[in-house]
Nanobody, 127 residues
Framework: QVELVESGGGLVQPGGSLKLACAAS????????????IAWFRQAPGKEREALSC????????YYLESVKGRFTLSRDNAKNAVFLQMNNLKPEDTAVYYC????????????????WGQGTQVTVSS
């Protein structure tokens, strides 16, 4: 059974940093081919969920949201079966619940629904 668990959220001042983690179980990000990427999304209050970024099993990263390019960085730790989202120079508009998600067979950027979601971790950027 695929499970994703996010952690690392919290309250941070503008300009600060947070590192989110997404721990995966039920599959091996390094060895399995059934699932080959993990993506990050966020949803702010009253807004639609938006896709932030995606990392493939090869380590290739894609950033979908222009506003996070240069500030957010994806990485993975195959030994821990986890991916990380380093967020720097955080802004109040980054306040949202952050989710990681994955799906079988498809790759980053492919059209299709995400099947497996974590419970989300709250990030609040405020002075």
């Amino acid at each position: 059974q695929v499970e994703l668990v996010e952690s690392g959220g919290g309250l941070v001042q503008p300009g600060g940093s947070l590192k989110l983690a997404c721990a995966a179980s039920g599959f091996s990000f390094e060895h399995d081919y059934y699932i080959n990427h993990i993506a990050w999304f966020r949803q702010a209050p009253g807004k639609e969920r938006e896709a932030l970024s995606c990392i493939s099993k090869s380590g290739a990263t894609t950033y979908y949201l222009e506003s996070v390019k240069g500030r957010f960085t994806l990485s993975r730790d195959n030994a821990k079966n986890a991916v990380f989202l380093q967020m720097n120079n955080l802004k109040p508009e980054d306040t949202a619940v952050y989710y990681c998600a994955t799906r079988p067979k498809l790759a980053c950027g492919d059209v299709g629904p995400y099947i497996y979601w974590g419970q989300g971790t709250q990030v609040t950027v405020s002075s």
